[in-house]
Nanobody, 124 residues
Framework: VQLQASGGGLVQAGGSLRLSCAASARTFTTLHIGWFRQAPGKEREFVASINWSSGITAYADSEKGRFTVSRDNAKNMVYLQMNTLKPEDTAVYYC??????????????????WGQGTLVTVSS
């Protein structure tokens, strides 16, 4: 599985950005694609995820209602639409993939494949 994240940039507080994750894999049916972020000096944290097959999504509590994860099966793309951005959303955002179920589906260490990250900076 190969992943490539893009779409980061500088945005003012209250603005929006859409991140993209281009995925390539032999099979997508068992994949879960997650979005994580890591701010300077902080641990990598879960943002959102989507089950490629079912489309079922999950969000961190702090992102519910502001962020939306979606996929385009035909293009093998996963998106993270981020609205009402706050300065505390500033971080490097990563897309990652894991296969099958997990008891800790939001833990970074259960994701096997990672993209290179894209920087999101939200100015106040």
């Amino acid at each position: 599985v190969q992943l490539q994240a893009s779409g980061g940039g500088l945005v003012q507080a209250g603005g929006s950005l859409r991140l993209s994750c281009a995925a390539s894999a032999r099979t997508f049916t068992t994949l879960h694609i997650g979005w994580f972020r890591q701010a300077p000096g902080k641990e990598r944290e879960f943002v959102a995820s989507i089950n490629w097959s079912s489309g079922i999504t999950a969000y961190a509590d702090s992102e519910k209602g502001r962020f939306t994860v979606s996929r385009d099966n035909a293009k093998n793309m996963v998106y993270l639409q981020m609205n009402t951005l706050k300065p505390e959303d500033t971080a490097v955002y990563y897309c990652a993939a894991r296969s099958g179920s997990s008891r800790t589906p939001r833990a970074p260490n259960v994701y096997t494949y990672w993209g290179q990250g894209t920087l999101v900076t939200v100015s106040s």
